[in-house]
């Protein structure tokens, strides 16, 4: 167990909908990273917040969004889904903002759009 | 910009067979290398990681070793069981602007 936890484990919806994922990191990290792993792009590196603020960016879509609370928990808004949008989200947090920290991963939610 | 890559899989090997898995990396500076593992249905975790070159990470009787000149960060273990079947991702973290950068991922799968 990371410490890392998200919610939920499974979620099931249509074209078009908006979806919230939610993640709580282990206690006293203040990075959170969100990752999406699909079976043909591997993993991609979306977004990190650093104790409330954006740190960095990746290939994060125009529809997809996220922030971090003041309790440190994050969470990972996407919408107008598409089927292509199906796939894990890994939350991962470190307990600093630097890149030598180990990064601990949830369980994943596995989103699946019909 | 940078980048990583990975052998492809799968790589299926017998019990206590030696594995090597290769990992190259394109980087400006000196970014920080790891090697994660995926159990099956689990969330990634740390195996290794080395910070500067030269350095040698090491669990669980896996090895890497941050060769600068090469680029390369390769992963070996002398004896690999079935309990190792798993995907392993090789990955750079950028010392200035934090981005993680991960590879595809190798999957390993050991027969008794």
């Known amino acids: 167990d990371s410490g890392v936890t998200q919610t939920p484990k499974h979620l099931i919806t249509a074209t078009g909908q908006r979806v919230t994922l939610r993640c709580s990191p282990r206690?006293?990290?203040?990075?959170v990273y969100w990752y999406q792993q699909s079976l043909d792009q591997g993993l991609q590196f979306l977004i990190q917040?650093?104790?409330?603020?954006?740190?960095a960016k990746g290939n994060i879509l125009e529809r997809f969004s996220a922030q971090q609370f003041p309790d440190l928990h994050s969470e990972l808004n996407l919408s107008s889904l598409e089927l292509g949008d199906s796939a894990l989200y890994f939350c991962?947090?470190?307990?600093?903002?630097?890149?030598?920290?180990?990064?601990?991963f949830g369980p994943g939610t596995r989103l699946t759009v019909l | 910009g940078n980048s990583v890559t990975q052998m492809e899989g799968p790589v299926t090997l017998s019990e206590e067979a030696f594995l090597t898995i290769n990992c190259t990396y394109t980087a400006t500076g000196y970014p920080s290398l790891f090697w994660y593992v995926q159990y099956p249905g689990e969330g990634l975790q740390l195996l290794l990681k080395?910070?500067?070159?030269?350095d040698k990470g090491s669990n669980k009787g896996f090895e890497a070793t941050y060769r600068k000149e090469t680029t390369s960060f390769h992963l070996e273990k002398g004896s690999v069981q079935v309990s190792d079947s798993a995907v392993y991702f090789c990955?750079?973290?950028?010392?200035?602007?934090?981005?993680?950068?991960f590879g595809t991922g190798t999957r390993l799968k050991v027969l008794a």
């Open positions: 990955a750079l973290s950028d010392k200035r602007t934090y981005k993680y950068i």
């Open positions: 917040y650093y104790n409330g603020e954006e740190r």
């Open positions: 991962a947090s470190s307990p600093e903002g630097t890149s030598v920290n180990t990064q601990y």
């Open positions: 080395a910070t500067k070159a030269d």
């Open positions: 206690s006293g990290d203040l990075s």
